[in-house]
């Protein structure tokens, strides 16, 4: 097959990326490993982690038509309450952790509806579920990338004048022979002040296994997992007591704290307002990342809330998935972990009421479009990161480091994020790191290889440390990246010219910025404060 944009991987960055190449009138083939489209909003099953001023500004257009028709599909098709269906924001599970909290399957329905015409005008092929298992090279240029199909087996080659690596784990990077890192680099490399002393390659990030639940009469328990007894005593040396327990460390004081959980409280969801500024907002489990609040539909509706559980205790760092050969080892571990977490919540957590278990709680797979009750695919946090023109530093928009100043004003920004610097337990031992951060430009440089030429990063995999990771990997700046890397290599197909060309060329900076602009990329802040 031959396209015009190769973009493999189908997350949030990926569907970016296909759609800005489709609006600038490029062909594209768009592949993807799991059944769903959208990545961590969906297959990964991870509402919205999102900045205060996201019903404001600080995301691309094409995002905020998303999130509207996210809003939309909820009007248009579930049984809202009079009240709920007015409110102009609506967040249909009245969660904490976001201004917008919903079921995946609807971001997964809208997703499919923007990319619909352009598979109507065959002007987009989307390869599912595939993934890449080769590529050729030629010089400093990618010139193709085989996929294998999930099930079958069967191959296909892609050939295209721009490919786009929008995986969630950066699989492309390796298969080219494109420089990159991973883990925490060193402190005299980087200069950050949260980075160790020495590189630490294989020291990443924690990856969860997502699940939603909800809690009805009766008893619903079901198999103990078979190493339901090790998970049951595990204690990490930092937690302050056994993973499987209302204890975790408090993430931005790191001492330890209780959690509560009390499924389907009376609560009025119009009245809860999520706002990270104000609190990490994870007191109560069952509400942090609630995706259906029954008050928000007639009565009847819901038998229940529906609560996602991507909480502290469901985070593996007993090893690290990528560039190792027992990979699938610890994705299974990390499976098993999140089913021990749902068996014990059943059997054995500790109620208010001085009992033990929640027997009515019951997966619900069905939502998630599994059969095992979990999300089809693991939530990664780090991605392997390509050796950029620019890396991104912490000193560069921590609010410890820049104060007043805010973060550092990239004069070639393609886009903007914000969020703390959030890093969860890592394979090396290490305690969560989360430290304030200042609303952050992206800088252009940090989606340009030092030395391929055609291959783009459209996912985490862009030129990030490991500790400016923790605030470049969530949702709406996943988008902004692949949205960003889709219409530079639409850009550089129209001036024929390189992507390296165009940020170090002053006239070709500016019309490329004007482009960005014009499609509703935003390319810098208001004047407000870190948090």
């Given at each position: 097959?031959?396209?015009?944009?190769?973009?493999?991987?189908?997350?949030?960055?990926?569907?970016?990326?296909?759609?800005?190449?489709?609006?600038?009138?490029?062909?594209?083939?768009?592949?993807?490993?799991?059944?769903?489209?959208?990545?961590?909003?969906?297959?990964?099953?991870?509402?919205?982690?999102?900045?205060?001023?996201?019903?404001?500004?600080?995301?691309?257009?094409?995002?905020?038509?998303?999130?509207?028709?996210?809003?939309?599909?909820?009007?248009?098709?579930?049984?809202?309450?009079?009240?709920?269906?007015?409110?102009?924001?609506?967040?249909?599970?009245?969660?904490?952790?976001?201004?917008?909290?919903?079921?995946p399957r609807v971001a997964l329905a809208v997703l499919e509806g923007m990319l619909a015409p352009y598979r109507a005008g065959r002007r987009l092929e989307v390869l599912q579920p595939y993934v890449p298992v080769a590529a050729e090279t030629d010089g400093d240029r990618v010139t193709a990338v085989t996929v294998k199909h999930r099930d079958t087996g069967e191959q296909l080659t892609v050939t295209a004048p721009y490919i786009l690596d929008a995986t969630e784990t950066g699989e492309l990077l390796p298969l080219t022979g494109t420089e990159y890192v991973?883990?925490?680099?060193?402190?005299?490399?980087?200069?950050?002040?949260?980075?160790?002393?020495?590189?630490?390659?294989?020291n990443m990030q924690a990856v969860s296994y997502c699940f939603a639940i909800d809690h009805v009469d009766g008893d619903?328990?079901?198999?103990?997992?078979?190493?339901?007894?090790?998970?049951?005593?595990?204690?990490?040396?930092?937690w302050g007591d056994r993973l499987l327990s209302w204890t975790a460390p408090n993430p931005r004081t790191l001492e330890s704290s209780q959690r509560t959980f009390t499924p389907n409280p009376d609560d009025d969801p119009l009245g809860?307002?999520?706002?990270?500024?104000?609190?990490?907002?994870?007191?109560?489990?069952w509400t942090f990342r609630r995706i259906a609040a029954r008050r928000h539909f007639e009565p009847g509706a819901y038998a229940s809330?529906?609560?996602?559980?991507?909480?502290?205790m469901i985070d593996y760092f007993e090893g690290s998935v990528i560039d190792v050969p027992d990979a699938?080892?610890?994705?299974?571990?990390?499976k098993e972990l999140s089913q021990s977490v749902f068996y014990w919540l059943q059997t054995e957590a500790p109620r208010p009421d001085g009992g033990a278990g929640f027997p009515g709680l019951r997966l619900r797979g069905d939502l998630l479009g599994s059969t095992d009750g979990l999300a089809q695919a693991p939530y990664i946090r780090e991605s392997r990161r390509i050796k950029a023109e620019y890396t991104v530093v912490e000193q560069d928009l921590s609010v410890a480091v820049r104060g007043e100043r805010?973060?550092?004003?990239?004069?070639?920004?393609?886009?903007?994020?914000?969020?703390?610097?959030?890093?969860?337990?890592?394979?090396?031992?290490?305690?969560?790191i989360d430290v304030a951060g200042s609303p952050f430009r992206i800088p252009l440089g940090s989606l340009i290889p030092q030395r391929v030429e055609n291959l783009l990063p459209a996912n985490k995999n862009l030129g990030t440390t490991h500790i400016t990771n923790g605030c470049y990997r969530l949702h709406p700046?996943?988008?902004?990246?692949?949205?960003?890397?889709?219409?530079?290599?639409?850009?550089?197909?129209?001036?024929?010219?390189?992507?390296?060309?165009?940020?170090?060329?002053?006239?070709?900076?500016?019309?490329?910025?004007?482009?960005?602009?014009?499609?509703?990329?935003?390319?810098?802040?208001?004047?407000?404060?870190?948090?």
């Open positions: 097959m031959h396209t015009d944009v190769l973009v493999v991987g189908g997350g949030l960055g990926g569907v970016a990326a296909a759609l800005a190449a489709l609006r600038s009138g490029r062909s594209v083939v768009l592949t993807e490993e799991f059944d769903w489209l959208g990545g961590q909003l969906t297959s990964q099953a991870v509402p919205p982690d999102e900045h205060t001023w996201v019903e404001q500004f600080g995301v691309t257009a094409s995002y905020r038509a998303l999130r509207d028709g996210i809003r939309e599909y909820y009007r248009r098709y579930y049984p809202l309450t009079a009240a709920s269906r007015a409110t102009a924001q609506l967040n249909p599970g009245a969660g904490y952790v976001s201004k917008l909290c919903h079921e991973t883990g925490f680099e060193a402190q005299s490399e980087t200069g950050e002040p949260s980075a160790p002393g020495e590189a630490q390659p294989m619903h328990v079901g198999d103990k997992p078979a190493n339901y007894a090790f998970w049951r005593n595990y204690q990490p040396s930092f809860v307002v999520a706002d990270q500024r104000l609190t990490g907002g994870d007191t109560n489990l809330d529906i609560c996602l559980v991507n909480w502290p699938d080892k610890h994705l299974a571990a990390a805010g973060a550092v004003e990239y004069d070639d920004s393609v886009g903007v994020g914000m969020y703390r610097i959030d890093l969860h337990p890592s394979t090396g031992g290490d305690n969560y700046v996943e988008w902004n990246i692949g949205e960003s890397a889709g219409l530079l290599a639409a850009f550089c197909l129209e001036h024929q010219v390189s992507p390296r060309a165009v940020r170090n060329t002053p006239a070709l900076l500016s019309e490329f910025q004007s482009r960005l602009v014009a499609d509703g990329v935003e390319l810098g802040w208001p004047d407000v404060t870190g948090y």
